[in-house]
């Protein structure tokens, strides 16, 4: 799936990761505002904290998450469960 059909389901409430991508467990969803969030717009943030890998330095969290030029250009885009 390319980056476009990803942005979609995003929108839908999936949550899409790339296959290229080092390591299990990583994915990005979007976040929408509620009435007790402090921000204001959706935004798309990138999930590390079910990362498999066998770094223990590797970070395993929740940050807000931009997309490279290779990730827009990608066609391995797919949803996660």
């Given at each position: 799936?390319?980056?476009?059909?990803?942005?979609?389901?995003?929108?839908s409430?999936?949550?899409?990761?790339?296959?290229g991508?080092?390591?299990?467990?990583?994915?990005?969803e979007?976040?929408?505002?509620?009435?007790y969030?402090?921000m204001?717009?959706?935004?798309?943030?990138?999930?590390?904290?079910?990362?498999?890998?066998?770094?223990?330095?590797?970070?395993?969290?929740?940050?807000?998450?931009?997309?490279?030029?290779?990730?827009?250009?990608?066609?391995?885009?797919?949803?996660?469960?």
């Amino acid at each position: 799936m390319n980056f476009g059909k990803a942005i979609e389901k995003l929108k839908s409430s999936k949550k899409v990761a790339r296959k290229g991508w080092n390591g299990k467990g990583i994915f990005i969803e979007l976040q929408v505002p509620d009435e007790y969030s402090k921000m204001t717009h959706p935004y798309i943030y990138i999930d590390t904290t079910e990362l498999v890998t066998d770094n223990p330095d590797a970070p395993k969290d929740r940050v807000p998450w931009l997309a490279s030029q290779t990730d827009m250009l990608a066609e391995d885009w797919e949803v996660v469960e």
